[in-house]
């Protein structure tokens, strides 16, 4: 059974605090992994696509990085409005569509 | 540029009644996905549609849900005779294309089940 855990589940930083957001994966045969964020009360808004091992991605404040078994989101100097539950999904092999989610990391960042 | 459009947003349900949640893609897409997202937990995968059929069905509850995706018109989540165990945030998702396409999520409808 493919398998997300996120970790740590809560983060509070101050303002310009740089941290990395931890994803752990276990799937039969990776065809994509996503991050996305979610505000409060709205639905995922989409950040990143890695497909393979050492792939990286920027945007922004935001970095993604993906290997055999994990993925991190770094956010570099943060501010408050990057304060947002983030969530990792992986989509499988063998023809499956649907996303796996892990449960998220919410982040918050103080001024 | 019209996103993912889901209504309604709110909806609020007595035990035993029938809950009807639409989906309309992004412009272009013509794949819809629907997730359930439970208070505390993660987001779930139901069901994949295409235009007028089901794809994958592998993660929506054997009774009293169902899905469609009428070649006119949004997709539809239906389910049935709803308890308070359906209380939660039903997210519908589209992509243009099959496979490791991106998957673009809608606002979502909070479901309460009295």
């Known amino acids: 059974e493919d398998q997300v855990t996120q970790s740590p589940e809560a983060l509070r930083l101050q303002e310009g605090e740089s941290s990395s957001l931890n994803c752990s994966y276990t799937?039969?045969?990776?065809?994509?992994l996503f991050w996305y964020r979610q505000d409060p009360g709205k639905g995922p808004e989409f950040l990143f696509t890695?497909?393979?091992a050492g792939e990286e991605k920027e945007k922004e404040r935001l970095k993604a990085t993906l290997t055999k078994k994990e993925s991190f989101l770094h956010i570099t100097a943060p501010k408050p409005e990057d304060s947002a539950t983030y969530l990792c999904?992986?989509?499988?092999?063998?023809?499956?569509?649907?996303?796996?989610f892990g449960k998220g990391t919410h982040l918050i960042i103080q001024p | 540029n019209a996103g993912v459009m889901q209504n309604p947003r709110h909806l609020v349900r007595r035990r035993g009644q029938e809950a009807r949640l639409r989906c309309s893609p992004m412009k272009g897409h013509s794949h819809v996905y629907w997730y359930r997202q439970l208070p505390e937990e993660g987001l779930k995968f139901m069901v994949y549609l295409q235009k007028e059929n089901i794809i994958d069905e592998s993660g929506m509850p054997k009774e009293r849900f169902s899905a469609e995706f009428p070649k006119e018109g949004p997709s539809i989540l239906r389910i049935q005779q709803v308890v308070r165990g359906d209380s939660a945030a039903y997210f519908c998702a589209s992509s243009q294309t099959e496979g490791t396409d991106t998957q673009y999520f809608g606002p979502g409808t909070r479901l309460t089940v009295l």
């Open positions: 999904a992986v989509q499988a092999g063998g023809g499956a569509d649907g996303l796996t």
């Open positions: 890695l497909y393979s």
């Open positions: 799937v039969s045969g990776l065809r994509g």
